[in-house]
């Protein structure tokens, strides 16, 4: 099976942004916003060998994957993962 790769829609781009600006803000440092940061990844490339790891939502094909306070909302299609929230 070929690598599936992980897009990003724009909005999920911009709350994700918005999250690491918050925690910087509040934390006066970067440190937690990196290790959130880290945690995003290993989430994305988990989905990547297991695109159905997500419980399914109330919206039409996407999925939702946890991440302590947050969730990564997705869609998997034949060779792609579309993060579209986050």
């Known amino acids: 099976m070929a690598q599936l790769k992980i897009l990003w829609t724009e909005t999920a ?4 942004n918005y999250i ?3 925690w910087i803000e509040r934390n006066k ?6 290790k959130l940061n ?5 989430r994305t490339e988990l989905l990547k060998q297991n695109p159905e790891l ?6 039409k094909n996407t999925r939702a994957v ?3 306070h947050y969730s990564i909302l997705y869609q998997n299609y034949h060779s792609k ?3 579209s929230g986050f």
Do not use: M, P, V
Not at 38 to 42: A, C, F
């Open 13 to 16: 781009i911009l709350q994700r």
């Open 66 to 68: 946890s991440l302590g």
């Open 29 to 34: 440092s970067n440190t937690y916003a990196k």
């Open 81 to 83: 993962i579309i993060i």
């Open 38 to 42: 880290q945690k995003i990844k290993e």
């Open 54 to 59: 997500g419980k399914k939502t109330e919206f």
């Open 20 to 22: 690491f600006e918050y």
